[in-house]
């Protein structure tokens, strides 16, 4: 591996995106990193296993981990999500925590955002993403409510962390722990529903770390977000040889794009059922070197027989157009012809079954 020489003053690190489905972190992924290694598709929650894209400049190196939306658990697999996330969380250098500018600030996000601020010292930088989808005013107006979130939630936290010390404080001398308003159990309950708790108002000492507009879709600022990411890493050598895009297994990706292309155009109650694994891949036996063929044979889970027809359409037209979009999409990755096999099979509640989870690689 071939590691170019690096200028002294050379950063290098990690940064995650994060922030609820459908944000425009695969999107922005993607426009970073200048091809296509995260996938994206208008459904929510495509993106499952962490996938790294790295940004590669003159003066630093950014390692871009993708997280699957940050949502409250619903089912074990959220919660596994979450586990994830956190994990994710602990090891990167900077969040980017990403907010379409189209839509007004929700629960979810405010959630996310608490979750950011309690996990650690690490900086934050809000994303703006989807700039190109509302007017100059109604951006300007957007990175005001934005940076305002931030104040609040990190003002919170500041408070919490304080009470947390003061209380820890007084139990190590021994002392009786006065009920204050603000701090018992609905307060707890209103934060963890992610409600504003009563009573903490701004600091003033700030709130993100930076605060920055994008659109990936027509280029405006990614560039801007590369460079404002990259200032909160550490100095250090590349941590990849240049022209390295993603250190993914390929099966992980040849899985998502199978995914992908189930999940294009279906209802809003399939992405969550879905698995794809890769059983077998193998370069068929007495083709000539200059002309490979690799066999690919996928099963893909779905938790209903409902699911199964949806999956493989009217005599089986659906599950073509899958193999033929899928197959199209994992020849340009791995750069050699595939031919691509796909089981549907269906595995009751998979979501719910530690085993079948497992197994599923989740
Ligand atoms: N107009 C416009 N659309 C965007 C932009 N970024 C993303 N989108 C669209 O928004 C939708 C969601 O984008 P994704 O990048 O898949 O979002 P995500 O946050 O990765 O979503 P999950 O994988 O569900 O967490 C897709 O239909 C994108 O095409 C943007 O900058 N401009």
């Known amino acids: 591996m071939d590691f170019a020489a690096f200028p002294d003053d050379y ?110 010292n690490k900086p934050i930088v809000a994303i703006v993403t989807k700039a190109d989808k509302v007017s100059h005013e109604q951006l300007t107006e957007q990175l005001i409510e934005v940076s305002a979130l931030g104040d609040e939630i990190m003002s919170a936290e500041r408070v919490a962390r304080k009470q947390r010390r003061d209380r820890q404080e007084r139990k190590k001398k021994g002392e009786q722990m006065p009920f204050r308003k603000g701090s018992g159990p609905a307060a707890s309950r209103a934060s963890a529903k992610g409600e504003p708790a009563s009573g903490v108002v701004n600091d003033g000492r700030g709130g993100w770390a930076d605060i920055i507009p994008v659109s990936a879709v027509n280029g405006y600022q990614v560039e801007e977000v590369a460079k404002l990411l990259s200032t909160h890493l550490p100095d250090s050598p590349p941590l990849y040889p240049t022209g390295e895009l993603t250190d993914e297994p390929e099966a992980t990706l040849i899985a998502e794009l199978v995914r992908e292309a189930a999940l294009e155009g279906v ?30 044979h996928i099963n893909l889970f779905v938790e209903r027989d409902s699911q199964k027809g949806i999956i493989i359409g009217k005599q089986g037209a659906r599950l073509k157009e899958i193999g033929q979009t899928a197959r199209k999409n994992i020849e340009t990755l791995l750069g050699t012809k595939v031919f691509l096999s796909i089981h549907v099979k269906v595995a009751k509640d998979w979501q719910k079954d530690p085993k079948a989870l497992g197994k599923l690689g989740f």
């Open 267 to 296: 209802t809003h109650e399939l992405p969550h059922s879905v698995a794809v694994t890769v059983e077998e891949m193998e370069f068929r036996e007495g083709r000539s070197e200059e002309n490979p063929l690799l066999d690919i």
């Open 11 to 120: 950063s290098a690190g990690f940064a995650v995106l994060v922030g609820r489905p459908n944000a425009g972190k695969s999107t922005l992924t993607n426009a970073l990193v200048g091809q296509k290694v995260a996938i994206t598709s208008n459904r929510p929650q495509t993106t499952r296993h962490t996938i790294r894209g790295i940004v590669h400049r003159d003066d630093f190196q950014l390692v871009l981990v993708d997280t699957p939306g940050l949502h409250r658990p619903r089912t074990l697999l959220g919660e596994r999500l979450n586990d994830l996330v956190a994990e994710t969380l602990s090891e990167v250098d900077v969040i980017g925590f990403c907010i379409p500018a189209d839509e007004k600030i929700g629960p979810g996000d405010r959630y996310i955002a608490q979750q950011l601020a309690a996990s650690g």
